[in-house]
């Protein structure tokens, strides 16, 4: 039996990730690819049916955080706790849900830049 479970649900415009189990390295690094490879700009991860967590687990998610920077994300059922790590991992989840929600646009090419002076 696996400790963690990660269900997706698609709810409008945004992808909800529903965790349940033991959060652990494995489940983690399972979001953090789930949510690389999400294409919806809007996702909540809902964190309510967690029994435990690992610290680590936290670090690997606060790293996907913190590369998705053009998606809006809510955390939801996080403990004070793990609120508290993810601040440490450099993620405010007051800034994670306040973002666009729009790639930023790829920088130009030097020849582009070139070509438009």
Sequence with gaps: MPGCTVERE??????????????????????????????????LLDFSQVVDYVDYSIAIVASALLAVNHKSVHLQGIRQHQLRMFKYF????????????????????????????
Aim: hydrophobic share 40%.
């Design 10 to 43: 698609v709810i409008g415009t945004a992808a909800t990730y529903r965790l349940s189990g033991r959060f652990e390295g494995i489940c983690a690094w399972e979001l953090a690819r789930r949510l690389e490879q999400e294409p919806l700009a809007e996702v």
């Design 90 to 117: 450099g993620v405010d989840p007051e800034e994670l849900a306040h973002r666009s929600g729009v790639a930023a646009p790829e920088p130009l090419a030097q020849e582009e830049v070139t070509a438009r002076n």
